[in-house]
């Protein structure tokens, strides 16, 4: 069963129809069909955190392990079922003896570069104070962030140094990667369909 059909099972479940539900959460039918058939993925953002806001899903879980993990409120008990631990079925077993569930596939964050994301989140959190939290979510065209990365590359190379052109370079890459997920209607670089 694909994550859309689990989504759709938990909309007719919780509100009868598809319809209902798209006039709860304000988004055209057509449109809730369209997220259902092309995949969760392929919706804008502000789509897909109406979806998941309205089931109690949790978004980074979907978009980033691909499972629906249900968020569980803070002032409440959780019950058996919402205390559920996913299971791919796999194990791994360290020297230690201590066994766990892992496999290939859900990336390796302990071999990220520490000190870059590091210093990439302080760059994010410069960019929130001047032009306010998640600005960058709304999405920028694709074309934009290359040519902002590629002119930061250049006076990176240039050894000029009123910024730090690196991290600003790095930024925009990261982002541009970013949004070949979270908005892929903005990528409107000349080799699209190309990659």
């Known amino acids: 069963m694909t994550i859309e059909d689990q989504v759709k099972d938990m909309i007719l479940w919780k509100y009868g129809s598809?319809?209902?539900?798209s006039d709860v959460i304000s988004i055209p039918y057509?449109?809730?069909?369209?997220?259902?058939?092309?995949?969760?993925?392929?919706?804008n953002s502000v789509n897909l955190s109406k979806i998941c806001f309205a089931l109690n899903i949790d978004l980074m879980?979907?978009?980033?392990?691909e499972k629906i993990v249900k968020i569980v409120p803070t002032t409440t008990e959780p019950s058996k079922e919402d205390n559920h631990?996913?299971?791919?079925?796999?194990?791994?077993?360290f020297s230690t003896g201590v066994v766990r569930d892992m496999h290939a596939g859900k990336g390796r964050m302990d071999l990220l570069p520490?000190?870059?994301i590091l210093e990439l989140s302080k760059h994010c959190e410069n960019g929130?104070?001047?032009?306010?939290?998640h600005n960058v979510d709304k999405g920028i065209p694709q074309h934009s962030l290359i040519d902002s990365a590629m002119?930061?590359?250049?006076?990176?190379?240039?050894?000029?140094?009123?910024?730090d052109h690196l991290l600003a370079a790095?930024?925009?890459?990261g982002w541009a990667v970013n949004q070949r997920t979270t908005h892929p209607e903005l990528i409107d670089v000349p080799w699209k369909g190309k990659l």
């Not at 598809?18 to 539900?21: A, D, G, N, P, T």
């Not at 879980?61 to 392990?65: D, E, F, N």
């Open 114 to 116: 520490f000190y870059a």
């Open 18 to 21: 598809l319809k209902r539900f």
């Open 151 to 163: 002119r930061h590359l250049f006076k990176y190379a240039a050894c000029e140094t009123d910024e």
């Open 85 to 93: 631990i996913a299971d791919s079925g796999e194990r791994t077993v």
């Open 61 to 65: 879980a979907l978009l980033i392990a």
């Open 170 to 173: 790095f930024w925009n890459l």
């Open 128 to 133: 929130a104070g001047k032009y306010g939290e």
């Open 30 to 43: 057509t449109s809730l069909d369209s997220i259902l058939k092309r995949g969760l993925k392929n919706s």
